[in-house]
């Protein structure tokens, strides 16, 4: 079986790895961020109507204060953010696919007028979004300096890899180059079409946001190895 390269920050990464053996892959981890908590004012939970989550990082690193947004519905990109989010003691969670544009379609479709957004520090901006978002920063997400040496190996043994974000495509195809790498000589399999932007050998897109998505687009990424 070919092997994945999973890029993603920890925790994440070693539930992709975990997922992955489980499924009967070969995976290597070197994540390419590393992720710290930024003090943040937390408004009152009385002025929205509902939590907007892009990222489940945003709930591990947003403190104590999250506690105070347990009544609100939540609106999560992809399982992975639902499933941290009923983990911190959410109990209405609504999971939707790994675009965040899809994701605010659906607050709008259900009424929500004044949702509390919160992200990392380099969080994608929607264009033009229908209702007003209210923002809080409670991480960020920093590049490593350069290419991680197992990423380099695997790359050189013609790993699969996994792209969770826009950004993790953007910074590992810069760590690659700088690397003396070529960004054209490597499969990728994504978690969405944002993802998947790159100057890719091959690329395939998971149907749906979540692991076993992405790992089943590995495998049709291999279908001919």
């Not at 937390?42 to 929205?48: C, G, K, N, Q, R």
């Not at 899809?102 to 509390?116: E, F, N, Q, Y």
């Not at 991480?139 to 490593?144: E, I, K, L, N, R």
């Not at 991680?148 to 890899?161: F, G, L, M, S, T």
Request: net charge negative; aromatic share 4%; with cysteine.
């Amino acid at each position: 079986m070919t092997r994945l390269l999973v890029l993603r920050p920890e925790p994440g990464a070693a539930a992709t790895v975990a997922n992955a053996v489980a499924a009967g892959w070969h995976p290597i981890a070197a994540p390419i961020f590393t992720i710290a908590a930024i003090d943040w004012e937390a408004p009152d939970a009385a002025a929205h109507d509902a939590l907007m989550l892009t990222s489940a990082q945003a709930v591990r690193h947003a403190g104590a204060a999250l506690a105070s947004y347990h009544a609100l519905p939540v609106y999560a990109v992809g399982e992975a953010t639902g499933v941290a989010a009923m983990d911190a003691g959410f109990a209405d969670v609504r999971m939707g696919s790994a675009d965040a544009a899809l994701l605010v379609t659906m607050m709008v479709r259900d009424g929500v007028r004044h949702p509390l957004h919160l992200a990392g520090r380099e969080h994608r901006m929607l264009d033009a979004a229908p209702i007003p978002i209210a923002r809080r920063i409670v991480y960020a997400a920093d590049p490593v300096a350069e290419l991680p040496h197992a990423a380099r190996a695997a790359v050189e043994q013609d790993a699969v890899a996994l792209l969770h974000s826009q950004r993790a495509s953007t910074v590992f195809a810069e760590l690659l180059i700088r690397a003396g790498l070529d960004p054209a000589t490597v499969r990728v399999a994504a978690i969405s079409g944002a993802a998947a932007a790159g100057p890719w050998q091959k690329v395939k897109i998971a149907e749906a946001p979540g692991d076993s998505a992405l790992l089943a687009a590995a495998a049709r990424l291999c279908e001919k190895d």
